[in-house]
């Protein structure tokens, strides 16, 4: 009998374990989950990796052009466009239109003069796109439909690099890195109508969902600059280490999340106080042959989390870890990672499509 083989303390102790690993697995069964395809941009690799949210598998691997860096979905989930930026010594100047539907680049979008295009956002009519162009100091505004560009604005400011939109008064707001400030553009008038000093490298940008506020990443100054989309005035900065490069709000706008290259974490702020509040590292390495990527040794052995998504149901958020092939999923509500999904070579740019996509696993 099981009695006379093991002593009180011992049943007591196997009890404890396989108690233990059934609150283990109730946890993960209950943990909600998401669903879609989340979309990874694979810079060495001139790919993007799609991968499912519900088996956490890269169902689809899609060829762009060279030195993808960042992806917008259409609101149907059926369109993602990216900024083909280019490589070190050759400037991309185009915009590859992936058809999620037939897992096809379906159209490649030449921007003629305007190089190293980065920064991506569709407009409320789906049809209309802002990209920023750096080496013209320019947005442009592209027609998707037509693939052609609608509107050309001059930035005037050095490496025009990310771009959010303010819907209510038809407004972007452009992050230029080599300026270390903000282009405030009316897409109206198709005139710049401000430019507000931040901070030096302003990269990270995102409005809240409020759209009262701008928040953007001066990732040389180890600062969060925070913008008052009324007055377009700095109304407070705070500070944020090492090397802030990206930041999103979560849906709810309680939250940001700021990953930061350098430290190799991220840092999470509460929204209506201003004060950071958590620090979730990625807890991994570089990958070996790191020297071959955009920041290359540049911050030792950290994984340099930079891109960040938010699911739009608010319960977890995901990290590409450029220097370590590895995007991390954090859930929100603890805090806590909850999954590494892998991809392709210096991941960095991320969407989210509600499309559940059929494709083959990837192995």
């Known amino acids: 009998m099981f009695h006379n083989y093991f002593s009180p303390i011992l049943r007591f102790l196997i009890c404890f374990v396989f108690f233990n690993v059934f609150l283990g697995l109730s946890f993960t069964q209950t943990t909600t989950q998401t669903t879609g395809t989340l979309i990874v941009l694979n810079k060495s690799e001139a790919s993007a990796s799609l991968i499912s949210l519900s088996s956490g598998k890269i169902v689809a691997t899609i060829h762009t052009g060279q030195g993808p860096h960042e992806v917008d979905v259409s609101s149907d989930g059926k369109i993602a466009v990216v900024s083909n930026y280019g490589i070190r010594r050759e400037p991309g100047s185009t915009l590859s239109v992936i058809d999620l539907q037939s897992l096809q680049v379906t159209e490649t979008i030449d921007l003629k003069k305007y190089q190293r295009p980065h920064g991506v956002m569709f407009l409320p009519n789906g049809e209309s796109l802002l990209v920023t162009a750096e080496s013209q100091k320019t947005l442009l505004v592209v027609n998707v439909k037509i693939g052609k560009i609608a509107q050309a604005i001059e930035t005037g400011q050095n490496v025009s690099h ?28 198709s005139e710049a109508v401000g430019t507000i000093e931040t901070g030096a490298g ?162």
Request: proline share 5%; with cysteine; aromatic share 6%.
């Open 162 to 189: 990310m771009v959010v939109h303010d819907p209510e008064r038809n407004r972007a707001f452009v992050s230029n890195i080599g300026s270390g400030s903000v282009t405030v553009i009316d897409l109206q008038t």
């Open 202 to 363: 302003a990269e990270g940008i995102d409005i809240s969902p409020t759209g009262k506020e701008v928040w953007v990443s001066n990732r040389a100054d180890d600062t969060i600059s925070i913008i008052d989309t009324k007055t377009l005035e700095v109304v407070e900065t705070v500070e944020c280490s090492a090397f802030p490069i990206r930041l999103k709000f979560t849906p709810d706008g309680k939250f940001v999340l700021v990953s930061n290259a350098r430290s190799g974490d991220v840092a999470v702020f509460d929204a209506k106080e201003r004060t950071e509040i958590k620090r979730i590292s990625m807890k991994m390495a570089a990958v070996e042959g790191k020297e071959e990527r955009l920041f290359s040794d540049r911050f030792g052995e950290s994984p340099v989390p930079v891109g960040i998504l938010v699911h739009p149901n608010g319960d977890a958020a995901y990290v590409a870890n450029t220097n370590a092939d590895i995007v991390t999923v954090i859930e929100i509500e603890s805090w806590q990672i909850s999954n590494r999904l892998p991809t392709g070579k210096e991941p960095d740019g991320l969407g989210y499509s509600p499309l559940e996509i059929q494709g083959q696993v990837v192995k």
